[in-house]
């Protein structure tokens, strides 16, 4: 047999490379067709569905009507059918495992579908099981109003009683009042817990707190690390301000310290701010329209929303929801923001955070597919509307967009960054019980859960127990049935806000000053956001895109800078 030349081994092993990169070329292709094929089938399936199911929610919770709220349960259900398809899960798993995939669009799509159908994964009997129960318990929350006396409260009402009454013994009985609505509803979120656990154990996760952070594509031992950091941080700083506000509450209330209860901080939770300083800032909004405010404050920075207030429900109203939320109802624009505005500092705060949340979602870019329009992460979008809330209490902010004189600004300005500290402070500290509430509870629901709860308070907010309480106080807050695993998105939410506020101050204004800022009438705040943070929508893991955005990483530092240094 002749022998081939070295020429010929040489043209061989060229034409043999070129077969080879060609097939594997080709294998990649037609991957990516096949992907682009199965979004497109997900997608009409998908998105008319899930629009009609935020148009039920929306219509249940403005209502409190028993059939709207069972229209959105089985409209729910039906969209999680959609990602429990294990046909549809398998192929995803083989897109994921097959590594094909290198287009980046289509890559992050892939990941979030994945995610999105991984969480789905269980029996669809126990998946409507869960959003039923978890509807009679939004039903009941809804509806539910405190009885003090011969008086039937609001919401609203009984934080005006809180934060105004120096009675210990009205703020006692309103405050065991508000607790019921946890008592009508304990068992069924102990069994709720329970089932989401047994959920997420068939998917692989040890608890539904592990698996709601790693599919929100979170680290929980880098959130737990955070969380440690942000209580060694700010431990000293709020016992030294806590200190402040027990000298002050027991002279209100004419009380030694030592009796000073948990109805004594003027919240239900103590995780808003007590008024303890002498500037009233609710005297400065009462003569307002906080709606008007909110649409001129925007409109100035160049984010326009008013067709999204068109669309929104604002006014509290008898079997409404008595909280505020934002929806994004189609990824096209239909944006919907629901409030319960009294003109007071607190209600622009919402209004102003709200409406954060509504322009993420209004000024996503439409040229991205439908998958990527969204928050780059559920904190990321907090953060924003944090950055916004913040300036209720910015007395130049208020100077700039309430009119008020140069020197009520700064007469007030340092009430004003001791509010705002208070609240950051007071709210950190309430986040981390929060986050440890449910973190352990998920852990073991079956321990005593009560205990849990108040050791946890006793700990991180340092309020007092009372004497011999055993009731499931902690089930009275709506989130940990209704939103749960979702509370530490708030405080890195605060962080990244802090990191937004520096960067624009630096970047915008060319300082490092913010006290100096007003924030206001400036487009490009406007442009900022919608360039950097909310057209990139989830094209980018959201630490990528916070690097982007800021030139770092999430960073806990200027937080630090801001409210505690």
Partial sequence: MKKLSALAFLLIGIILSSWLFSGCGNSKKNTEMELK?????????????????????????????????KKSADLEFKV?????????????????????????????QLDILYNGFLGEQIDSVKTKAMIDLQSKISMSF????????????????????LRSSTDSKLLEATWNASKKSGANVSKQVIELVKKRNEAAKELGFNNYHEMSLKLSEEDPKEVET??????????????????EMDDYFAKRYKIKKDELMPWHYQNRFFQEAPKIYK??????????????????????????????LKNSDLLERKGKNQHAFCTDIDRLGDVRVLCNVKNNANWMNTM?????????????????????????????????????????????????NLNITDAEAKKIADDCYKTLRLEQLTFSRWAQVMYRFEKGMYENPDQDLNKLWWDLVEKYQMLKRPAG?????????????????????????????????????????????????????????????????????????????????????????????????
């Fill in 226 to 243: 955070l969380f440690n950091e942000l209580d060694s941080l700010t431990r000293d700083a709020f016992a030294q301000l806590k200190g």
């Fill in 37 to 69: 094929d199965f979004i497109k089938k997900f997608e009409a399936k998908y998105t008319s569905l899930v629009k009609e199911s935020a148009i039920a929610s929306w219509e249940a919770e403005t209502s409190g009507k028993e059939e709207a709220y």
């Fill in 352 to 400: 102003l955070h709200e409406y954060g949340h509504a322009n993420y979602s209004k000024y996503n870019d439409r040229d991205l597919p439908y998958l990527l329009r969204d928050a780059a992460n559920t904190f990321t979008t907090e953060a924003v509307a944090m950055f916004f809330g913040r300036f209720a209490s910015n007395p130049q902010w208020m100077k700039a």
């Fill in 80 to 108: 999680s059918l959609i990602f429990a398809d294990k046909k549809d899960f398998e192929t995803l798993k083989k897109f994921k495992e097959a590594k094909d995939i290198t287009d980046p669009l289509l890559k992050r």
């Fill in 469 to 565: 309480r055993n009731e499931p106080d902690w089930a009275s807050k709506i989130h940990i049935a209704l939103y749960p695993c979702y509370y530490h998105n708030y405080l890195m939410g605060e962080l990244l806000a802090s990191q937004f506020t520096y960067y624009i101050a630096k970047n915008i204004y060319k300082t490092e000053d913010i006290k100096s800022i007003d924030f206001s009438k400036n487009p490009e705040i406007g442009k900022y956001f919608i360039d950097k943070v909310f057209k990139p929508g989830m094209k980018y893991e959201w630490n990528e895109m916070i690097e982007k955005a800021t030139g770092e990483k999430l960073t806990a530092k200027y937080y630090a800078k801001q409210f505690v240094n």
């Fill in 142 to 161: 809804n509806n539910f109003r405190p009885v003090v006396g011969k008086d039937t409260l609001t919401d609203n009402k009984v934080d005006s009683i």
């Fill in 279 to 308: 500037a009233d800032l609710d005297e400065y909004y009462k003569t307002k329209d906080v709606v008007v405010l909110t649409k001129d404050y925007y409109s100035g920075i160049g984010l326009q929303i008013e067709d999204m």
